[in-house]
């Protein structure tokens, strides 16, 4: 997991399936990513949704940071991101 050159990452995450989503991430995407696009979602075994998001970020060099404020929010886990 390193950064991309122009800030362009593979994000996935699970949630629980009753949490309205961009409740929880979208603050954080509104401060650190340029664009973002959905382009995958399933239900895990475990019960939960698995989103896949298309991500720019604005600073690709905070990616770490990124990755940190997204996993201590409440309801989001395994967090991952992949460069593109």
């Given at each position: 997991m390193?950064?991309?050159?122009?800030?362009?990452?593979?994000?996935t995450?699970?949630?629980?399936?009753?949490?309205?989503?961009?409740?929880?991430?979208?603050?954080?995407?509104?401060?650190?990513?340029?664009?973002?696009?959905?382009?995958?979602?399933?239900?895990t075994?475990?019960?939960?949704?698995?989103?896949?998001?298309q991500?720019?970020?604005?600073?690709?060099?905070?990616?770490?940071?990124?990755?940190?404020?997204?996993?201590?929010?409440?309801?989001?886990?395994?967090?991952?991101?992949?460069?593109?």
């Amino acid at each position: 997991m390193a950064p991309a050159n122009d800030g362009e990452f593979l994000l996935t995450f699970q949630m629980p399936l009753e949490t309205e989503h961009e409740q929880n991430y979208k603050p954080i995407f509104s401060e650190q990513v340029v664009t973002s696009q959905l382009i995958g979602q399933r239900t895990t075994k475990s019960e939960t949704a698995e989103l896949k998001f298309q991500v720019k970020l604005k600073d690709p060099k905070r990616w770490t940071g990124f990755v940190q404020e997204l996993s201590a929010l409440e309801n989001i886990t395994g967090v991952r991101l992949e460069k593109q």
